[in-house]
């Protein structure tokens, strides 16, 4: 009888580990889901929750690996968004930095988990990823706008700012109400804040100008305004 080794025991223990917290991300963390639980995971892998509960000792530590791969996966995607804008104009790194962590924490329902979904510990653990994974580095981008003279407003001010927008357009009726998505709303968000806010390197910079911040927040005409 072939005997397996220690290593294929553990490689094939860790395969099985990952087939569970792929399932569960689906079914726990999928848009409109209601509360799933560890029999319907069980069914849905065709698996014994003994066998689940061999793995993963409880939902808590489940539901924590299934964290750990949706913020690694965010993690990866701004990591390549800021080294695909390296080089751009200042603004240009932010709007990019800024649309993928919008368009990653709305895939994974951050906004929603952080505001009530599950229990205390998981919402602490979900609000200290997202204060690591994007804040942090949204905090480091605009100090370093700062030391580079781009930013005449102070870096946290423009921190909260953008902070505020970003969870509330992922939680707001807004952009269902005028038909756009939360991506679109939060670019419109960060053109109007940061034309207003970065000083350009030189005359002539493109897209940070006066010329730029009237297209963003156009002004009356004399003529058309009344007595």
């Known amino acids: 009888m072939e005997t397996k080794s220690v290593s294929q025991v553990s490689e094939h223990g860790g395969q099985r580990a990952d087939v569970i917290v792929e399932a569960a991300g689906r ?3 999928a ?11 069980a069914r849905e892998l065709g698996m014994s929750k003994k066998t689940i509960y061999r793995h993963f000792p409880d939902k808590r530590s489940l539901l924590a690996a299934v964290l750990d791969r949706q913020f690694a996966a965010v993690e990866r995607t701004l990591a390549t968004a800021a080294q695909d804008a390296q080089g751009q104009p200042f603004d240009v790194r932010v709007q990019r930095f800024l649309l993928a962590a919008g368009s990653e924490l709305g895939r994974i329902g951050a906004a929603q988990l952080a505001a009530g979904r599950g229990d205390a510990m998981l919402r602490q653990y979900v609000e200290q990823r997202v204060d690591t994974v994007v804040y942090r580095r949204l905090d480091e981008l605009f100090r370093d706008g700062h030391r580079q003279g781009l930013l005449p407003a102070p870096p946290e001010l423009l921190s909260e700012i953008t902070r505020g927008a970003l969870e509330r357009l992922l939680t707001s009726q807004l952009p269902r109400e005028l038909d756009r998505t939360a991506a679109d709303l939060l670019r419109a968000t960060v053109d109007t804040v ?11 910079h493109p897209g940070t100008g006066d010329e730029q911040l009237e297209a963003v927040i156009p002004t009356a005409r004399d003529e058309e305004v009344g007595p």
């Open 31 to 41: 848009p409109g889901s209601v509360r799933v639980s560890m029999d319907d995971l």
């Open 27 to 29: 079914l726990f963390f």
């Open 194 to 204: 940061l034309y207003g806010a970065i000083r350009p390197p030189h005359s002539g």
